[in-house]
C-alpha cells in the first residue's frame, strides 16, 4: 500500500510562488516514477508534471514549463512542486500520484489512468 499527503497550498497573489508537498511511502519513491496533477472546478483532473525514477527525467505540460520545477527528497519521502509566477489559471486542487510496478510506458504519463495511488488534493488559489 501506498501512503500520499499532500500539503502547502494556500491563497497567493499572482506572480507569487508556491512550494507544494508530498509525503509518500517509501515504496512510491523506489518504483516507476510520480505525478503532479490539477483539477479546477468544472474541469477535469489534468497532468501538470511527472518525474520517471529511472534516468531522472521530469515531464511537464506547456502552461508550467520554466515556472514549476517538480523535485524530490528521498532522505524525506518527499517529492516537491515549485511553483513560481504564479496566474489565476494556476487555481485548482492539486494531486500527487504514484505510479508502481509494473510501470507505466513513457507515453502513458500525461494521463490519469496509469497512477494507481493517489493523495486527497490540497488548494491553491490564485488571485489577480
Known amino acids: 500500500q501506498v501512503q500520499l499527503v499532500e500539503s502547502g497550498g494556500r491563497l497567493v497573489q499572482a506572480g507569487g510562488s508556491l512550494r507544494l508537498s508530498c509525503a509518500a511511502s517509501a515504496r512510491a519513491l523506489r518504483e516507476c516514477g510520480m505525478g503532479w496533477f490539477r483539477q479546477a472546478p468544472g474541469k477535469e483532473r489534468e497532468f501538470v508534471a511527472a518525474?520517471?525514477?529511472?534516468?531522472?527525467?521530469?515531464y511537464y505540460v506547456d502552461s508550467v514549463k520554466g515556472r514549476f520545477t517538480m523535485s524530490r527528497d528521498n532522505a524525506k519521502n518527499t517529492v516537491y512542486l515549485q511553483m513560481d509566477s504564479l496566474k489565476p489559471e494556476d487555481t485548482a486542487v492539486y494531486f500527487c500520484?504514484?505510479?508502481?510496478?509494473?510501470?507505466?510506458?513513457?507515453?502513458?504519463?500525461?494521463?490519469?489512468?496509469?497512477?494507481?495511488?493517489w493523495g486527497q488534493g490540497t488548494q491553491v488559489t490564485v488571485s489577480s
Open positions: 518525474i520517471r525514477w529511472r534516468g531522472g527525467m521530469a
Open positions: 500520484a504514484a505510479d508502481t510496478m509494473p510501470c507505466s510506458i513513457l507515453s502513458e504519463i500525461r494521463r490519469v489512468t496509469p497512477y494507481d495511488y
